[in-house]
């Protein structure tokens, strides 16, 4: 099916963002960039007059939003992994067409199952996971493997700050703010790129270092230990925890740097080896995970249209559908 793409008799498709935080700042920017979108909202559990948005777009109650339902295409939700999305996502995809970044890898079978019940019962249409990782690697990675079956794959992360690993901390009582830096090991990742196959567990490929601002009073050793300690995020790995003042966050630990790399290995034939790399670098993890977002919201407005409904992954769109530009266009100048 080829879609009406880059039509500029239709009307912009109208975007809302649900919560305003980092992500929700960068889909506020990446609406900027795409002349096809509009944002008509942003709903924040904060006190709305509290909330002042650099586009100048309406800020509302998350309660109005149902409200506010006929004058939205697409949600996206900017909320944590950990607390947020797992409850904001099937919620409001009984409602509306929803789009979010949700990044606990081992829940989103979970995940998936609860938005995909919600939104065929609603006949809307969900996609999660959109972001780089899950997301942009999780297409490589199943890419790769399509094309070097006998093969290897490798996913290295950082060094970089992660949004949803620095999110669970922020979540561990006693601790008033925090960071988390993910950081390849060198080693592991040369080994990757040998074409040897090495078998690297979780702990070989990846440190976590983490930075902590800790609430008066708190214990400082329980804190580390519920950090270390936590399942998905820390306990798979050496992780390292530095306590510091506000001040000292805030001064050097306010970028949002990240990126990685996928790599798989593979033969075609005896002694015939070959390595596939896909490489980010990303100076704002927030403002390309909300590009991401924004065309994955493209992508969930064409599909419900056409009455594909549920929930979607990224290894579900195509590239046209993400793109705004014409089918005829992509052919004749990315094909």
């Keep these: 099916m080829e879609h009406q793409q880059n039509d500029h008799r239709q009307a912009p498709l109208r975007l809302a963002i649900v919560g305003y935080g980092n992500l929700g700042r960068g889909v506020e920017k990446a609406v900027g960039k795409n002349p096809d979108t509009a944002l008509v909202g942003i709903y924040t559990r904060r006190g709305p007059a509290s909330v002042k948005s650099a586009s100048g777009v309406a800020v509302h109650a998350v309660a109005d939003l149902l409200a506010h339902r006929k004058s939205i295409d697409v949600l996206i939700l900017c909320g944590g992994s950990k607390d947020d999305l797992p409850v904001q996502t099937p919620e409001y995809a009984r409602h509306f067409n929803v789009v979010d970044s949700f990044d606990t890898h081992a829940r989103i079978p979970e995940h998936f199952a609860k938005v995909d ?22 297409v490589n990675r199943v890419m790769s493997d399509a094309f070097l079956p006998d093969g290897a794959s490798y996913t290295f992360w950082g060094k970089g700050l992660s949004q949803g690993h620095s999110d669970a901390i922020r979540h561990v009582p006693g601790v008033a703010a925090g960071v988390q830096y993910t950081i390849p090991v060198a080693e592991a990742m040369d080994k990757a790129r040998s074409g040897l196959r090495p078998e690297l567990s979780t702990r070989e490929k990846h440190r976590r270092e983490c930075f902590v601002v800790l609430k008066p009073g708190a214990d400082a050793d329980a804190v580390r230990r519920a950090i270390v300690s936590m399942p998905n995020y820390f306990s798979d790995y050496d992780t390292t925890v530095h306590f510091i003042s506000a001040e000292v966050l805030a001064r050097d630990h306010a970028g949002m740097a990240h990126g990685g790399f996928v790599i798989r290995s593979g033969d075609t034939s005896d002694k015939v080896k070959h390595v596939i790399e896909y490489r980010l670098q990303l100076d704002s993890n927030p403002e390309f995970t909300a590009s991401v977002l924004v065309a994955g919201a493209r992508a969930v407005h064409r599909l419900h ?12 769109l195509s590239p046209a559908l993400l793109s705004p530009k014409s089918a005829q266009e992509l052919r004749a100048n990315y094909l």
């Design 117 to 138: 019940a919600a939104a065929r019962a609603s006949q809307t249409t969900a996609l999660i996971s959109a972001g780089w990782d899950p997301g942009l690697f999780s």
């Design 305 to 316: 249209q056409s009455g594909q409904y549920g929930c979607k992954t990224m290894l579900d």
